[in-house]
C-alpha cells in the first residue's frame, strides 16, 4: 500500500540521523533527570500535589520526555520538509501529483513518530526507570491503551501542526506561526506541568483544548489515573479532535487550493 510505502520510508530516512538520534536521546534523558529531581523536591514539600504522589509525578516527567519529540510537541517533522517545498515552489508540483496531500503527509509523520518513539521515546525512559523509582502500569491492557493514546497523540499533534503549514499557501512563511503554536502547545499540552496543576479556569480550559491529547491524556493513561468510562473519555476526547483537526485541515487545504500563491511565481 503506497501510504504504509511513504510511512516506511520515513522511518528509515530519520533512522539514517544517527548522530542527532544520539544526541537528542541525550539531551532527552538529561533534561528527564533535570526535571524529575526538581519534581522530587516539589513534591517532598507538597505530597499529592494534584492528585499525583511522588512516584507517579517522577513517572509522568520520563513519560512526557519520551513523548515530547514523538508527538514532535516542539512542531518539525513534515512541517520542515514542506516549508522548504513552500519557499521552493515545489508544492505545485505536490498538488498534481495523484495521492492525497494530507494523507501524504500523514503517514510520513506516522514513520517519523515511529522511529522517535522507538528510540527517543524507550531510551529515556529505561534510563529514569534505572535511576529512580517510577511507576509502570499494575495492569497488562494498560500498555496497549498507552500505545493507542500515544498513536491517537501523533495524530492530532499531526492535524494542529497541519493547519499551521496549511497558513505557507497565504502567509509563504509559516514561521511566525509555528513559534506561537510552540509556546502554546509547551504550556497547554502538560509538557511542562501536568494539567491538573493549573489553577481554576485554567485548569478548565486546558482540560478541553487539544494540546492536553498531546502529552497530557497519554500520561496519564499511562499511570492508569484513568479507568473505565474515563478512559474511554479520554481516548475518545483525543479521537474527537483528531477528527476535528483532520477536517479541518482538509477544509484549509481546500481553500488554499483554490488560489495557490507561493514563493518565487
Known sequence: MLYAAVARGAFRRYST?????????FTNTVFGIILASSFLALWQARPGLGGYDQSQAVTYIWVSQSLLVTVAVWGGGFQDDLQDRFRSGDIAVDLYRPVDFQGWWLASDLGRAGFQALVRGTVPMLIGALVFRIRLPEHPLTWAF???????????SFGLRFLVSITGFWLHDSEGVRSVMLVVSMFFSGMLLPVALFPGWLGDLGRVLPWSALVNVPTDVFLERT?????????GFQLGWAAVLLAAGRGAQWLATRRVVVQGG
Not at 498507552?146 to 492530532?156: G, H, M, N, P
Not at 468510562?229 to 479520554?234: E, N, S, T, Y
Open 17 to 25: 540521523y544517527r548522530a542527532a538520534t544520539v544526541a537528542g536521546t
Open 146 to 156: 498507552f500505545l493507542l493514546s500515544a498513536l491517537l497523540a501523533v495524530i492530532v
Open 227 to 235: 479507568g473505565g468510562a474515563a478512559l474511554l473519555g479520554a481516548l
